[in-house]
């Protein structure tokens, strides 16, 4: 009796376990496609993919180099700017996630470790070293219209070939998010003084 119940504690202890195993078989290669039946053909869907992929990694990219200046960021307009470059990079994690989704749904695999992103991406790497604000912005300018060239040929390509879908995400979520953050930053480039000086009567 005692032995019976011994070893079922144990054989409840063996379910309740963590099995770690990594396996060397991956569920999906990456850059292969899974058919889905959503109505477009493979090669669609495969066009598609690859497009929103490289938009992924650059956004990826962009993301984190709107953190990097968050942190990074001083002088004068610390703060403004401080909280809007958190904002933006807050937009763009949300288009991060609805481009991997996209590639996901048309039966793709997602460009998502930090290493992929960096072969992958188009937006240049910064330096690790603290920059004037006039760099910092400059550069996410830079990425900022790496992403909107790619994003608008992606979209006419995706409606060509009857992806509305991914030209509605393109057009409607990167486009237009990437243009109104580009003109939130721009502004700060302008050379504007801070105060006009009277002049004396």
């Known amino acids: 009796m005692s032995n019976k119940r011994n070893s079922k504690t144990a054989s409840e202890h063996d379910q309740a376990s963590p099995v770690l195993a990594i396996s060397d078989h991956p569920l999906q290669a990456f850059r292969s496609?899974?058919?889905?039946?959503?109505?477009?053909?493979?090669?669609?869907?495969?066009?598609?993919?690859e497009v929103l992929n490289q938009i992924l990694a650059?956004?990826?990219?962009?993301?984190?180099?709107?953190?990097?200046?968050h942190w990074q960021v001083a002088g004068p307009t610390?703060?403004?700017?401080?909280?809007?470059?958190?904002k933006h990079a807050a937009e763009q994690n949300e288009i991060v996630d609805m481009l991997a989704e996209r590639v996901?749904?048309?039966?793709g695999v997602s460009v998502a470790a930090?290493?992929?992103?960096?072969?992958?991406t188009q937006v240049p790497r910064?330096?690790?070293?603290?920059?004037?604000?006039?760099?910092?912005?400059?550069?996410?300018?830079e990425a900022h219209e790496i992403i909107l060239r790619e994003a608008r040929r992606g979209a006419r390509q995706a409606s060509e070939a009857g992806d509305e879908g991914t030209n509605?995400?393109?057009?409607?979520?990167?486009?237009?998010?990437?243009?109104?953050?580009?003109?939130?930053?721009?502004?700060?480039?302008?050379?504007?003084?801070?105060?006009?000086?009277?002049?004396?009567h």
Request: glycine share 2%; proline share 7%; with cysteine.
């Open 58 to 69: 650059d956004t990826i990219a962009l993301r984190d180099l709107y953190k990097k200046h």
């Open 168 to 200: 509605d995400l393109l057009v409607s979520d990167v486009v237009r998010t990437n243009e109104l953050e580009v003109w939130f930053i721009s502004q700060h480039l302008v050379n504007v003084p801070l105060s006009e000086e009277q002049p004396n």
């Open 78 to 86: 610390f703060l403004p700017l401080h909280e809007l470059f958190d």
């Open 114 to 120: 930090a290493a992929d992103v960096v072969e992958l």
């Open 33 to 49: 496609v899974t058919r889905m039946p959503i109505g477009l053909d493979e090669d669609v869907c495969s066009r598609s993919i």
């Open 126 to 141: 910064p330096p690790k070293e603290r920059e004037e604000v006039p760099t910092q912005i400059s550069r996410l300018v």
């Open 104 to 107: 996901q749904l048309l039966g």
